[in-house]
């Protein structure tokens, strides 16, 4: 078997998606999902111009030494562009051995470890009323696990709260918007969160919070130590992913589970924070953390430490890392939850997909590979347009963590 052809597709249904598409001379093909929001056009040239023209005529099924090929031969190792590209490819390369073997790429990572896969969703609001109002939604809808987010008083907006009663979506703008932050009023209010969700909901709720990498050390150690009452599931990127250190004193103070890694692209990214068992859950997904291949052995890693899985599911990943995910998921022993934002109706008309939801859990399906397709006739009615994620800036005008 040959790759005949390596294909990038761009495509904008209500956002910027970037797919691969690896066709071989045997008519099978297989799809990856290489979208980075925000810098989709850099990870589109680092395919076209770099890793698709040595993809023809290889054996789409050496999964390995192709990824070797592309991770150890391009000097310039690791990196979000670069990942995302190898990620795409793998991705891509896993589809194809999966629909040759005829079954679901959770039957060839090693079959199912579990019934079904545990996601939780995002209740957003401006108050911690209209908040605790689509937290109830999502209960009703029988999801057991819920990130919640709301506006801070005296903050005009915040992350992972939507303007305008739209669905949230970050890149939100040609070039990037610019946001006010206040730590101060951020930690003084959120406890206040916790404590009325529990209030309403009860203990039994998987309760989740993202931080978006804007505390120091010192500061999410307070607000760990605040949310012990409240039980959380995770408490999200608490201080920015690249100082290792700060997570070991983060640990030291609060036993509140806390989960990182969605900016992490390889191992190397996450070794310290798990060998350290500074971390409970590992963020890493297939998109961006090199594909299927590689993010085994984060997983296993993460297994030796207690650490277990809880991959980024944010819009902004396409239905086919979605996809490729949920057979992750469900086949991986260290499973813990799966992120899931629900892509529009417009979005998962472009990318067909077997994938189901039920009650707060979803199965992969039981189609061969992982289960995503990409309408190409359809994914051409929507061109890309630039869209970058905003900034953020302290009261005083400092530029700080988005
Ligand atoms: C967020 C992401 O879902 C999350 O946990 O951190 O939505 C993140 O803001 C976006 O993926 C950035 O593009
Ligand atoms: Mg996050």
Redesign the pocket.
Known sequence: MKITEAKVIVCSPGRNFVTLKITTDEGVYGVGDATL?GREKAVVSYLEDYLCPSLIGRDPQQIEDIWHFFYRGAYWRRGPVGMSAIAAIDTALWDIKAKVANMPLYQLLGGRSRDRIMVYTHANGNDIESTLEQVAKYVEKGYKAVRVQCGIPGIASTYGVPKGGKAYE??DADLPSESVWSTEKYLNHIPKLFAAVREQFGDDLHLLH?V?HRLTPIEAARLGKESEPFHLFWL??CVPAENQEGWKLVRQHTTTPLAVG?VFNSIHDCRELIQSQSIDYIRSTVVHAGGITHLRRIADLAALYHVKTGF?G?T?LSPICMGAALHFDYWVPNFGIQ?H?PHTEQMLEVFPHHFEFSDGFFTPGEAPGHGVDIDEKLADKYPYKRAC?PVNRLEDGTLWHW
Do not use: G, I, K
Request: hydrophobic letters at 30%; zero cysteines; charged letters at 45%.
């Open positions: 929001n970050p890149a993202d978006h999200e990127d969605e980024h944010a902004d992120e934002m994620l």
